[in-house]
């Protein structure tokens, strides 16, 4: 295997292809690697509501976040809300877009949202599957028009969504334990 980058000042070829030596940190959780991000088993995908379910990849219940796909099989209005923290996203399959703004996100695209901002997510006609990885830090706050609260989801309420979810469906409320991070 050849060494892509230098290796670290001081450091030979032959040093720079070994693993590091030393235990991890004991207090580190486990790496987190899921071979099938986006499933081929229809169960894993979770109901949010008619048309529109989350596959979950990473809900870190000690940092307040989580990481999901987002898989839309209908178009029309998915929700209008807004985030105190930032979100990252990644198209991987149909498009979207939001109300508020002149864009649309298209396979490929990566999305960056700042706190704050309330916007209304819409998948419009044509789009059969519309699927994207999201990383939602903090909530999710959902507004009317006028930017009253509606309710709220956050990772403990995702947690919860998926154990009832795998638990209805047989495979365990247990199941989401492997994504808790």
Not at 119 to 129: A, C, R
Not at 152 to 173: N, P, Q, W
Request: glycine share 8%.
């Amino acid at each position: 295997m050849d060494t892509i980058n230098r290796p670290v000042v001081g450091e030979t070829a032959e040093e720079a292809r070994q693993a590091y030596r030393h235990p991890q940190p004991a207090e580190s959780p486990p790496d987190l690697v899921i071979p099938m991000a986006v499933p081929e088993d229809e169960r894993l995908w979770v109901p949010q509501q008619p048309n529109v379910w989350l596959r979950p990849l990473c809900l870190s219940a000690t940092r307040g976040y989580w990481v999901n796909l987002l898989r839309v099989r209908k178009s029309g209005v998915l929700s209008r809300h807004r985030h105190p923290q930032p979100v990252h996203a990644y198209v991987i399959k149909g498009r979207w877009r939001y109300l508020e703004h002149d864009w649309e996100a298209v396979a490929g695209a990566y999305v960056y949202e700042p706190p704050g901002q309330t916007h209304t997510l819409v998948v419009d006609e044509g789009v059969e599957e519309m699927i994207t990885l999201f990383q939602v830090n903090g909530a999710m706050i959902y507004v009317d028009p006028d930017g009253r609260t509606m309710g709220y989801e956050d990772v403990f309420t995702k947690i919860d969504m998926c154990r009832r979810h795998y638990s209805a469906i047989g495979l365990g409320e247990g199941f989401v334990d492997q994504f808790i991070r």
